[in-house]
C-alpha cells in the first residue's frame, strides 16, 4: 500500500455524502435565523462600531475645519486620501471577477465564496467613495458632477478626472449591487420560508419579491444572472483603468505611463483576492465551515494571488526598465528617488510585502497551511497599500523644481478617516453575515444536483 504523503492528502468534496438539500439549508439559514452570534462576532462588530463613530467624528470635524487638517500640502495635494481611494476599490475587484468572470467560465469553485466577496465589493467601493467626495473641499456641491439641468447651464468638465471617477464607481456600484441583489433572490425566499418570527418572515418575503421557485422564475433568473454577468465583466476592467487615467493623462514623472491600466487592473484583483482570504479564512473557522468552504477554495485564490502578483512584479520591473531604457533625466530620477530617496524604507517593504513572501505560495506545504495563507494575505492588503503611497505621495513629493520639494506627513486625521473607513467596512460585513446568507444555498445545492461537478 503506498505510503501517504502531503501530496495525496485527501480534501473532502465541497458537499459531503452527510449534506442534502435540507442539511444544507439548515446549515447556512441556521447561522441567521436559529443561531445566536458567537461572542466573537460582538467584538468584532464593536470594533467596527468603534471605528465608524471614529469615521464620523473625523469627517465632522474636516467639515468644520477644512481639508487643511490633512497632512497636504504643496507640491503633495494628493494624500491619503487618494491612495485609500484607490486601495479600496482595488479591494472591490475580486467580488465582481469572483462573481461575473467565474460564473461565465462555469468555475463551480467560486459558488462557496461568491455572496460574501460580492458584498464585499459592496462595502469597500462604499469606503473608496467617500475619499474623493470630501477631497472636494466642498462635499455638499457633490451634485456638480453630474450632469444635471440647471439654470446656468453649466456641464461637468469632463477633462477632469475626478468626473471620470464618478462615473466609473458610480456604474461600478450600481452593477454590483443589482447583480448581488439577484443572486439573493431565491435564498432570501428561502429565508422568508423558514423564518419564525413574523417581522423577519414579513422582511425575507418583502424582499423576496414573490420568488416561489416555479420554472418561469428560474427561467428569467437565469437569464438576467448571465446577462448582469456579462455586463459586470468588462466593469473589472474598466474601472480600476479609469482609475489609472487619473494619473497617466498627467505629466508627473512616474505617472505618465501607458502601462498603467493593466498595471493597476492586476493589482486591483491582486489585493483583491488578498482581501477575500483575509475575510474568508476567519469565517470558516468562526462559523465551521470547513466542509462548504474547503482548502481548495483557499488553494485556488492563492493561486490566483500568486499569479496576479507575479504580473504585478512584472509591472515594477518593466516600470524600472523603461525610466531607464527612456533615458528621460526625470523618470530615471523617480526611480532613484523611490530606492533610495526620503521615503526607501516604504519602497523596500513594498518589495518584501508584494513579490518577496507570496513566493512562498510555489509550495504546496505553505498553500496546505491555512495560517501561512492567511499571514500571506494580510501582507499583500499592506503591500498594496504601500504601492498606492509610493505611486502617489513620492512622485508628487519632487516637483520639477528643488525649490517646491517638500515631504508629506500623514496627520492623526489622515489616519483617523483612514481607520474609521476600515472600521466601517467591519461594521458592515458583519451586519450583513448576521442578515443574510454569506453562502450561495441554491448555487449549492445545484452542486448536489450534479455530483460529477466538483472543485476538486
Not at 464618478?166 to 443589482?178: K, P
Not at 492586476?266 to 482581501?275: K, L, Q, V
Request: glycine letters at 8%; one cysteine or more; proline letters at 5%.
Amino acid at each position: 500500500m503506498r505510503e501517504e504523503t502531503p501530496e495525496t492528502v485527501y480534501t473532502p468534496p465541497i458537499i459531503g455524502p452527510g449534506h442534502n438539500y435540507r442539511t444544507l439549508t439548515e446549515k447556512i439559514s441556521g447561522i441567521v435565523l436559529d443561531r445566536k452570534a458567537p461572542i466573537e462576532w460582538f467584538l468584532l462588530f464593536g470594533v467596527g462600531f468603534i471605528g465608524s463613530v471614529t469615521l464620523l467624528f473625523a469627517l465632522i470635524y474636516l467639515l468644520a475645519r477644512g481639508v487643511g487638517i490633512w497632512g497636504i500640502n504643496i507640491p503633495v495635494g494628493w494624500g491619503f486620501d487618494i491612495v485609500n481611494f484607490v486601495w479600496w476599490i482595488g479591494i472591490g475587484h475580486a467580488g465582481t471577477l469572483i462573481s461575473a468572470i467565474l460564473l461565465l467560465l462555469h468555475q463551480a469553485w467560486r459558488q462557496s465564496i461568491n455572496r460574501f466577496a460580492e458584498a464585499m465589493t459592496l462595502f469597500a467601493v462604499t469606503c473608496a467613495g467617500i475619499f474623493p467626495m470630501f477631497h472636494m473641499g466642498r462635499p455638499w456641491f457633490f451634485y456638480w458632477l453630474l450632469p444635471y439641468p440647471n439654470t446656468m447651464g453649466l456641464w461637468p468638465q469632463w477633462r477632469s478626472p475626478l468626473v471620470w471617477d464618478v462615473f466609473a464607481v458610480s456604474t461600478y456600484l450600481t452593477i454590483s449591487l443589482v447583480f448581488w441583489y439577484i443572486g439573493l433572490i431565491p435564498d432570501l425566499a428561502a429565508f422568508r420560508d423558514r423564518a419564525r418570527n413574523r417581522y423577519a418572515r414579513a422582511i425575507y418575503g418583502i424582499m423576496s419579491m414573490g420568488w416561489r421557485g416555479a420554472a418561469r422564475h428560474w427561467h428569467n433568473y437565469e437569464t438576467l444572472y448571465v446577462l448582469l454577468a456579462g455586463l459586470a465583466t468588462p466593469l473589472v476592467l474598466s474601472v480600476h483603468t479609469v482609475v489609472s487615467f487619473d494619473f497617466t493623462v498627467s505629466i508627473i514623472p512616474g505617472w505618465h505611463s501607458t502601462m498603467f491600466p493593466p498595471y493597476f487592473v492586476a493589482g486591483a484583483i491582486y489585493s483583491g483576492f488578498a482581501m477575500v482570504l483575509t475575510l474568508a479564512i476567519p469565517l470558516r473557522k468562526l462559523y465551521h465551515l470547513e466542509d462548504l468552504i474547503t482548502m481548495r477554495h483557499i488553494q485556488n485564490m492563492a493561486k490566483l494571488m500568486l499569479a496576479t502578483g507575479l504580473i504585478v512584479g512584472y509591472s515594477y520591473i518593466i516600470e524600472a526598465f523603461m525610466a531607464w531604457y527612456s533615458a528621460n533625466p526625470l523618470e530615471r530620477y523617480v526611480m532613484i528617488n523611490r530606492a533610495a530617496g526620503p521615503y526607501h524604507w516604504l519602497y523596500w517593504a513594498l518589495i518584501l510585502c508584494n513579490l518577496v513572501i507570496p513566493q512562498a505560495l510555489w509550495s504546496r506545504r505553505v498553500r496546505n497551511n491555512v495560517v501561512a495563507i492567511f499571514f500571506i494575505a494580510l501582507v499583500v492588503n499592506v503591500g498594496m497599500w504601500l504601492e498606492r503611497f509610493i505611486i502617489i505621495v513620492v512622485s508628487l513629493s519632487r516637483d520639477f523644481l528643488p525649490s517646491s520639494w517638500g515631504m508629506y506627513y500623514p496627520t492623526i486625521w489622515d489616519w483617523a478617516t483612514f481607520g474609521g473607513t476600515i472600521g466601517l467596512f467591519i461594521m458592515l460585513f458583519f451586519i450583513f453575515i448576521r442578515v443574510l446568507p454569506m453562502i450561495s444555498i441554491f448555487e449549492m445545492k445545484q452542486i448536489i444536483d450534479k455530483p460529477e461537478v466538483s472543485i476538486e
